[in-house]
């Protein structure tokens, strides 16, 4: 089993990459690197310089160009930066050749996600989950890695399985996958009994991107003590809660946020957490408005969604952090009036685009909770009454 310590000891400065390739733009390849630095501060490390290049395709040695490869191995050393991450995954050769030239430890998007992953698995499970997802990374980078790993120790990239657990060898890591999948296998259908004992409750599942505020909604639906933090992914495990609206009772489960571009190989171990969303009767996706990218961040969650085969669900979207958005998007000096006006434009435009599934919410100033309670408990009601048309509306 990994150990799951402090990734770092210290914090580290870093600096991170992004390709600018066809059909994006520079713009939005900056706002993914400012998301990218919300991860590296989640992991310990302190984002201090971009470094964007806009090229066809990859380089297939090194993912940038020489040149600019260059520029950001003088940058490193001027500095003193301890880490580089790029924005993409790389191969275990792109991360040896890279390393070789930097001087310092590099990592790719993906390594830094599982390293975060790492290091918030609380349970049994969630370690198994995340050890497994590390396996199936470094298998394909197998040569690179290891090299990689002797030379820089620990850190950033290196939360996994270490050079004193595991050979080189195709074999041993194949065979380590196996199991892991094996006790997984065990958990999971620990996790399915558990989950068929629960009765037939109607089951609602929190979903949405990372650090939306999902964790706060459920504190406050289900008046019970969730843990919540301004950090990406800061709960692992799904947190299930028996909720009753107005003596109508049904579960309620907060899942994993998630995140443009999370690694396949974490998607596939964490199926079993996705089970809850998959096995839920309504979604409640979460949305943070006051983000700038958040109509991005409802795609992306989309795109999960249709990939795990949930999207067929009843879904309600949940705007939530009006407060936010109203202080960032409107100016002081402008009139009630226009304020309600452009309010009621928003509204109506994805009143729309939702067929009426759609509310807006503050759930950390309790703003239109009441709407959301009463609108949550309608479709409740009416699912019960399908799945149970002889009670004669006992709930």
Known sequence: MIETKNILDQEVDAVLIGLIQKDQTETQVREYLDELAFLADTAGAKAVKQFVQKLPHPDSRTFIGKGKLEEVAAYVKMKNVGLVIFDDELTGSQISNVQKEVGVKVVDRSDLILDIFARRAQTAQAKTQVELAQYQYILPRLRGMWSHLERQGGGIGSRGPGETEIETDRRIVKDKIS????????????????????????????????????????????????????????????TTRKVVFEQTPFLLSDTVGFIRKLPHHLVESFKSTLDEVREADILLHIVDISHPQYEDQIGVVDKTLQEIGAFDKPIILIFNKMDQYIRQTFDEFLSEEVKEDLLKQLYRRWDNLTHGNALFISALELSNIERLKETLLHKIKELYGIRYPYLNNFY
Not at 182 to 200: N, P, V, Y
């Open 179 to 238: 199991l892991l999948r094996k006790r997984l296998s065990e958990i999971d259908k620990q996790s399915q009994t558990q989950r068929q004992t629960r009765g037939e409750f109607i089951r609602v599942a929190l979903v949405g991107y990372t650090n939306v505020g999902k964790s706060t909604l459920m504190r406050v639906l289900s008046k019970s003590d969730v843990f919540a933090e301004n950090k990406l992914f800061a709960t692992l495990e799904t």
